[in-house]
């Protein structure tokens, strides 16, 4: 039986991580910019892409595969076009760096596209997107991963998990955001699953011989994910392989080779983020309308906002700091 969390206050959990980053070679930059994304979903209690991601990054850092110093290159391309060569580096300070100029051309022009490559995407998407709408824009982002999905149809895997975050204003509350990867499951709760020794449903993978399986062990030892919503969830990826790589000049979830790095875990990919300002043609009534959908959905029965559960516990966190296993905490002690 593994002993009970503890629970640590949001601000000490990103010094640390930012310490942790720095030791493994990460510059101040970047290791503030990680730090404080995967704080920020351990502390919203996005499991898969908090601290249990720790050591999937220093492994990366360690076997050389990505730039932990990597300094972005800003592009200014069009009116409506940003691009960032991430410079083998991580995707988020790349955001980072071109964030500014990428907000005001989509108050300018009310629409932004911002193309980020050459980048390692290893975290949730739903930090690239929500502050966008907390500052009144829409946001959608997709980033592709690494080939572990086979699509509908195929005998093979092509895609990567490829996920898909969508952030917008709402009045009077939170902003609606949803997050969710193109496989039936991410890659992440796979991994999960696997460690805790716990079956999947039906219908999330395959084992190396192609047959349906409910063992994790088995989907991550030479099987595959499955797409969710067969064809659909396929079109999703298929999508996602085309905006964050074929559109960014990234490389599809397919196209690199890391087995020259043993440890490598982040997929070396693009992302893509389009940005809108709803209130050059409609004011304030987008988030008005936004309110009204939500109020609807709640009329019919909705009980559950996409977003909502990791509000709740980024409100629990806030209250009573954020909750990390005490293996973990000792773990992300030692390590720093
Ligand atoms: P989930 O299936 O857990 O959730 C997807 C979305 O649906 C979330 O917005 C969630 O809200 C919402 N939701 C969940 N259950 C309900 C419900 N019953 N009613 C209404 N809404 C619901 O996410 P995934 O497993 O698909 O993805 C997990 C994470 O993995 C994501 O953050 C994703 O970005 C990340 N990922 C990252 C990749 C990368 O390459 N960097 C690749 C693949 C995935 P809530 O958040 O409130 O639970
Ligand atoms: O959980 O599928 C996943 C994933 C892939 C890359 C980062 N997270």
Redesign the pocket.
Known sequence: MSAPATRIPFADLVNLLQRIFVRHGCSETVAATLAANCASAQRDG?H??GVFRIPGYLSTLASGWVDGRAEPVVSDVASGYVSVDAAGGFAQPALAAARELLAGKARSAGIAVLAIYNSH??????PDVEPFAEEGLVALSV???MTCVVPEGAQRPLF????I?FAAPCAGGAPI?????T?A?????VQIAARKGELLPKGIGVDREGRPTRDPAAILDGGALLPFGGHKGSALSMMVELLAAALTGGNFSFEFDWSRHPGAKT?WTGQLIIVIDPRLAQGERFAARARELVRQMEAVGVT????????REREQSAREGVSVTAEEWSQLQTLA
């Open positions: 996005a898969s892409h995407h290893f975290a949730a998407l739903w980033v592709n991963s990567g998990t490829n996920p975050a955001v949803f997050d969710m990867a496989s499951m991410a890659h992440g709760d997929p559950r906002m996409p977003g909502e559960r990791r509000f």
